[in-house]
Nanobody, 116 residues
Framework: VQLVESGGGLAQPGGSLRLSCAASGMISSFYYMGWYRQAPGKQRELVAGITGGGSIAYTDAEKGRFTIPRDNAKNTVYLQMNSLKPEDTAVYSC???????????WGRGTQVTVSS
């Protein structure tokens, strides 16, 4: 299984970014997909997750600002981030967890910087 993130970069406060996580070597519908982030000096935290069947979970802080659509046909999950804040600055990583055996896989991450 390989996960490759893209779409990070510099955004202004209040702006938007869409991250992509392209997966290979897996059947997407068997995996729970999650976006995590880690800011400097902080622990990695879950931002949003989605099951293979499309059930979605967000952390409280991101509800209403972030969405996590997935396209199983393309083996891709996205993180649409709106109304960005400087505190959203972090490395965002994609995670895949097999729904049955629990095996987990990580992408390398993509940097998101929110600054004026």
């Amino acid at each position: 299984v390989q996960l490759v993130e893209s779409g990070g970069g510099l955004a202004q406060p209040g702006g938007s970014l869409r991250l992509s996580c392209a997966a290979s070597g897996m059947i997407s519908s068997f995996y729970y997909m999650g976006w995590y982030r880690q800011a400097p000096g902080k622990q990695r935290e879950l931002v949003a997750g989605i099951t293979g069947g499309g059930s979605i979970a967000y952390t409280d802080a991101e509800k209403g600002r972030f969405t996590i659509p997935r396209d199983n046909a393309k083996n891709t999950v996205y993180l649409q981030m709106n109304s960005l804040k400087p505190e959203d600055t972090a490395v965002y990583s994609c995670n895949a967890r097999h729904a049955y055996n629990g095996n987990r896989y990580w992408g390398r991450g993509t940097q998101v910087t929110v600054s004026s």
